[in-house]
């Protein structure tokens, strides 16, 4: 008799982003990620990669306002491929790694900015994404 290991509290399945090769290949050949995000608004790679200059550089409220928008293109990419507020966006999957990187900055700077509630809500969504962040 073969047991089956489901999740027993009924957790959705991970949700996994598509990939966007092509902004991916301008962000590797290191194109500037201002022009990446412009050529690509919806790819939440882009936005990370502007956020963690930003945030490098000092330039906290910059940083908030990329990440953030980051953040909202990622949540509309969740929701298109299926999430519905919840569940695993595990860090192992390459094309997740874009939201849950501005999810990191936007913490990062709230919490820089003294907005504890927003830290703590990110925070606590990257944990409710992927426990191993």
Not at 59 to 65: F, K, P, V
Request: proline share 8%.
């Amino acid at each position: 008799m073969s047991h089956s290991h489901g999740n027993l509290l009924g957790e959705p399945a991970p949700t996994l982003l598509p990939a966007h090769p092509e902004a991916d290949a301008e962000l590797a050949a290191g194109n500037p990620p201002a022009e990446v995000a412009a050529h690509h608004p919806t790819v939440s790679a882009a936005w990370a990669a502007l956020a963690e200059e930003a945030l490098e550089g000092d330039r906290t409220i910059e940083a908030y306002a990329y990440a953030r928008t980051g953040y909202h293109r990622g949540l509309d990419a969740l929701r298109r491929n299926g999430w519905k507020g919840y569940g695993p966006v595990p860090w192992s999957h390459e094309p997740n790694r874009g939201f849950l990187r501005c999810v990191t900055v936007l913490a990062k700077a709230a919490e820089a900015i003294g907005e504890t509630d927003e830290q703590e809500r990110c925070t606590q969504l990257l944990r409710d994404c992927d426990p191993t962040l």
